[in-house]
């Protein structure tokens, strides 16, 4: 199988190793480019690492379509306009970072048309409050609808399903039979739950499940095609990322030229 097991961690997404994954101690915003670096139309990839696990994909999708493809991500951050938790406190820096990503979105970054996902699903309501799912949904409402305003489409990408167990450790551990063994439960992400119903509620957004592809007929296998698919938590490898690059295309294009000429 490819990647490795013993290497899975490290099947990581271009974006880590150029520096573009913003730290949770860090407000700042960096950006970097892929797909087709020389044209002026720009898809934002913007969110958590549930977000930039797909960069594979979206990098291929750019090139074939004349896409830049540029990434605003932070580690545990969901782009959301409400706070959401990071150790049982408010996660301020994600919130800070998450303004000025939108300043930028609708200013002098304006992109044709912003991918997000995230595996968080609740946000704090108000302050001394218990985080919960609908002001999650609320926040991403107002994201949303302020990007459409500014003419700007939203495909929400479904969080992948948690596997229950951590793949690769398992996988070295029974090398004889891990097709039954390190098999996962199925279930739609953590962070789906909030996703889904706030693209449903904005006419401008659009929501994306690529997960029966990570889990066929609701079977969480650990290895699909000779690709191991998880690496860390319910991250997806980049190399099974890459292989999902037909079917993601398949499902997004078509939203974003339609988003687009609406």
Known sequence: MTPDPLKAT??????????????????????????????????????????????PAVDAMGKANGWRIRTYTKSACPWN????????????????????????????EKPHAVLTSAVRSTAYPGRGSTPDRAAMIAGYEQYWSALGKAGIPVIAIADTPQPGKVVYECVLDHPDDLMTACKGDWNRGAGTSALEPAAKAVATARFVDLNPWICPREQCWPVIGGVLVYRQG?????TYAASLSEPFARLVVP????????
């Open 234 to 238: 319910s991250h997806i490898t980049a």
């Open 81 to 108: 306009a409400t706070t959401v938790e990071q150790s049982e406190q408010p996660y301020t820096t994600c919130l800070t970072w998450g303004q000025e990503v939108l300043r930028r979105l609708t200013g002098p």
């Open 10 to 55: 490290a099947d990581v997404p271009q974006l880590y190793a150029d520096g573009c994954q913003v730290e949770a101690t860090s407000a700042e915003v960096i950006s970097c480019d892929y797909g087709d670096k020389n044209s002026a139309t720009i898809v934002a990839m913007v969110g958590d690492s549930k977000m930039g696990q797909w960069l």
């Open 255 to 262: 939203l974003i030229k339609e988003l687009a000429r609406s």
